[in-house]
């Protein structure tokens, strides 16, 4: 009798994708700050290996420091015992070849200078004397803040680089006893309600100002100043750290924790208003001694960035450009042989899923956004990005899945981008997706352990997506490029964003 081998069917898990569109991705980067950087400002290699459509990654937006001191005085903080000198030059080269190559540059202050605060230093304070000698902006200099970030702006300018966006503050509510300054959100909202005019916007090409940056994205900040239509006024982005508060918090039943969910409560206010949120700040398994990080620690980094973007995010900011646990490697041999100086680590092919495809796009509601508040351990979201519909999902378990995908226009061909491991031969390969004919409703596989982009062409013949112009919408509207830039004077195929949040792809015409 012949042995009769039975074969299991694979798990499924399904996504159903609306036509429902959400908020436009402005982009992904990440920090160029004394630090790992080493040596600062000296070498740009990190940079022209992240940034542009020429790199493998596609970062296109980058944060520097705002130092205290004004370029030509003392360059070395008084508190300090640095070696490198710490002003403006510190990121100009790395800015100016983001700039190059088509990228956006804000500047973040970790402190005003400290003639300008309480405890007459740059310093936020001292831990071991917290509460007597707080560094606070004088009530007296706010007069001065925002001519201050107009010198750092034409320094910039004037070196060559036009900065897009300037901060309020660098984690306004945590003590540190390095450079910081200390706000409640009732004095952010003193400052920019009644001084950010003061922010030469004419003379700098329209720069836009970002709220201060809580630790862990507290919504007070934000929701004080959008809930004053004047300060509402002078705030373009809502920004903010998720340090100790994940995008969709950590509650019971699922954790013994009871973490709110900081960052999708400060995105309700920004979004009724038509704000951009930005995350501009976090690190991922940035504690691991010894070791670069393990594939399931990547998947959990790729978890954090698209549970930020489901959260309400428009732009995702990692921490350091180099790092052992970031996207460049260091060169120190105590994490191993592969943390070699200047190379591409595989965070940074994990961030290319996001940076090269979804930069541009906007999110479509689907019915996978509420498995993310349940930890699930699949999470899958759906973007439009001209005539590419884009899903990706994050598989973080041991077992393959037909992934069932539920779209709401026909798709005519695809391919997939697969990572499934830190090992070079694993961190990014292309396999096409067969498609017999026209269909709103396609199978694929989703491995174990892996991350997939899945890039599906619409068939525009019968998809009903049609390209609006202008006169189409009334009300207030912004229009950025394909790659996320922002559009003063658009023309051609761009996207056009309203007031409402909301999304869509347009041919502007003379």
């Not at 299991?8 to 994708?17: D, Y």
Request: glycine letters at 8%; aromatic letters at 10%.
């Amino acid at each position: 009798m012949t042995a009769i081998t039975v074969v299991q069917a694979k798990p499924k898990f399904t996504i159903t994708v609306t036509s429902d569109r959400l908020q436009t991705i402005t982009g992904f980067g990440a920090a160029s700050c004394f630090g790992a950087m080493e040596p600062y400002g000296k070498d740009t290699t990190p940079a022209k290996l992240l940034y542009g459509d020429e790199s493998a990654i596609g970062l296109n937006i980058m944060r520097m420091e705002i130092s205290p001191n004004f370029v030509g005085d003392v360059k070395i903080p008084e508190w300090g015992n640095w070696d490198t000198p710490y002003d403006w030059n510190g990121s100009l080269p790395s800015a100016k070849i983001v700039k190059e190559r088509g990228g956006i540059v804000f500047g973040t202050p970790w402190s005003p200078p400290g003639d300008f605060k309480t405890n007459g230093t740059a310093q936020g304070g001292n831990s071991d004397d917290q509460g007597k000698q707080e560094g606070r902006l004088r009530k007296d200099c706010y007069e001065k803040f925002f001519p201050w970030l107009n010198s750092f702006l034409q320094w910039m300018h004037d070196n060559g680089v036009d900065v897009d966006a300037v901060s309020v503050q660098n984690e306004p509510d945590w003590w540190v006893s390095y450079s910081g300054c200390l706000y409640t959100p009732e004095e952010q909202l003193d400052l920019v309600k009644n001084y950010a005019h003061m922010l030469d916007r004419e003379k700098f090409n329209g720069v836009r100002l970002i709220s201060g940056e809580p630790l862990g994205f507290d919504p007070q900040y934000s929701d004080a100043l959008m809930n004053d239509e004047v300060a509402r006024n002078q705030i373009d982005i809502v920004a903010g750290h998720i340090y100790g508060h994940p995008p969709f918090g950590d509650t019971p039943p699922h954790s013994s924790y009871n973490i709110p969910a900081n960052m999708q409560n400060a995105a309700k206010l920004a979004k009724k208003y038509g704000k951009e949120i930005w995350m501009t700040e976090h690190s991922v398994s940035d504690n691991i001694k010894g070791r670069l990080p393990n594939w399931q620690e990547q998947l959990e980094f790729a978890e954090e960035v698209n549970e930020c973007i489901q959260a309400g995010c428009t732009g995702y900011i990692y921490w350091y450009m180099r790092a052992h646990w970031s996207f460049v490697g260091t060169g120190e041999t105590e994490y191993g042989a592969d943390n070699k100086k200047n190379k591409l680590l595989p965070r940074a092919y994990v961030m290319s899923h996001f940076s090269k495809h979804l930069t541009g796009s906007t999110l479509l509601k689907s019915s996978a956004t509420v498995d993310l508040k349940t930890n699930a351990d699949i999470e899958a979201s759906a973007f439009i990005k001209g005539d590419s519909l884009i899903v990706m999902a994050i598989n973080t378990i041991d077992s393959d899945r037909d992934f069932i995908v539920k779209l709401p226009y026909n798709v005519k061909s695809g391919e997939m981008l697969l990572s499934w491991g830190n090992a070079s031969d694993e961190l990014c390969q292309k396999y096409p997706i067969d498609i017999a004919e026209s269909t709103k409703r396609v199978v694929v596989d989703l491995p174990s352990k892996s991350l997939v982009t899945y890039i599906f062409t619409l068939d525009n013949s019968s998809s009903g997506v049609k390209e609006l112009t202008r006169q189409d919408y009334d009300g207030p509207k912004t229009y950025y490029d394909m790659q996320g830039r922002r559009l003063d004077k658009p023309q051609g195929l761009c996207i056009e964003r309203r007031a409402d949040g909301t999304a869509r792809k347009v041919i502007i015409k003379d």
